[in-house]
């Protein structure tokens, strides 16, 4: 069972009506303001059962216990896309992007992991992303609790190439996931894939755990 924890941000309005005096109200035929959430946090997890790692399909642990399994997470600001177009408007092609909004984009290790191609030692790191119109590298930063916009290239510990593909229906908000693969063989480590979706695009790359029980 995936551990999910979701940060919650709750807008709350207060309107104060007086029967006597009233704000201007908008012209005729202008178009209402949506109402949009301001960006909030989240984290979304996978945990592990050591233990059963190495007999198939019972490695994801049921446990939500903080002191317990060993966890792979990811922690972001969640923008919105507000009517815009996203990939190759609000966040152009071939810039190296934050990866969400606000502080920076943080992935949490609690052993080592494979993504693409790239073999990363448990601990914590950031995240960018460099997306193009035919794809994307995922670029994993030593830096952490840094803002998001301060990145440093002189830090970076490796880069993976992430496949793109483009959604059937839009996602209003950036999610990122670590969907786990449950069909896996008896005996294989846990893998999953890595999803980033927003707007009308999704960039993706497969993940999987490297740290073995039997050594």
């Given at each position: ?8 941000v709750?807008?709350f ?11 201007p109200?908008?012209a005729?035929?202008?178009?209402a303001?949506p109402v949009?959430a301001?960006?909030?946090r ?12 190495g007999g198939?399909?019972?490695?994801l ?24 177009r ?6 152009p ?8 909004a ?5 992935l949490?290790?609690?052993l080592?992991?494979?993504?693409g191609d ?6 914590m790191?950031s995240?960018?992303?460099?997306p193009?119109d035919d794809?994307?590298?995922l670029?994993?930063n ?8 301060e ?13 793109r593909?483009?959604?059937s229906?839009?996602a209003q ?5 670590l ?5 896996q ?9 890595l999803?980033i ?8 790359g497969e993940?999987?755990?490297?740290w073995?029980?039997?050594g």
């Amino acid at each position: 069972m995936l551990a999910f924890r979701f940060c919650t941000v709750s807008l709350f309005l207060m309107v104060a009506v007086s029967p006597l005096f009233h704000a201007p109200l908008q012209a005729q035929g202008s178009p209402a303001r949506p109402v949009v959430a301001p960006s909030g946090r989240v984290t979304t997890s996978v945990s592990f059962d050591g233990r059963l790692m190495g007999g198939g399909r019972m490695w994801l642990n049921r446990s939500t216990s903080h002191s317990g399994p060993a966890r792979m997470t990811l922690d972001y600001g969640q923008p919105h896309m507000r009517g815009r177009r996203i990939f190759g408007g609000l966040v152009p092609y071939d810039e190296v992007w934050r990866l969400g909004a606000n502080l920076a984009t943080h992935l949490t290790l609690d052993l080592d992991v494979r993504i693409g191609d790239l073999d990363i030692p448990r601990g914590m790191y950031s995240l960018y992303l460099l997306p193009r119109d035919d794809g994307a590298a995922l670029i994993v930063n030593r830096q952490t609790r840094q803002w998001g916009t301060e990145y440093d290239p002189s830090l970076d510990f490796g880069r993976v190439e992430l496949r793109r593909r483009a959604l059937s229906e839009t996602a209003q908000s950036l999610i990122i996931s670590l969907q786990p693969n449950l069909s896996q063989g008896e005996g294989e480590l846990p893998s999953g894939t890595l999803r980033i979706a927003w707007g009308d695009f999704e960039y993706s790359g497969e993940w999987q755990v490297t740290w073995s029980t039997g050594g």
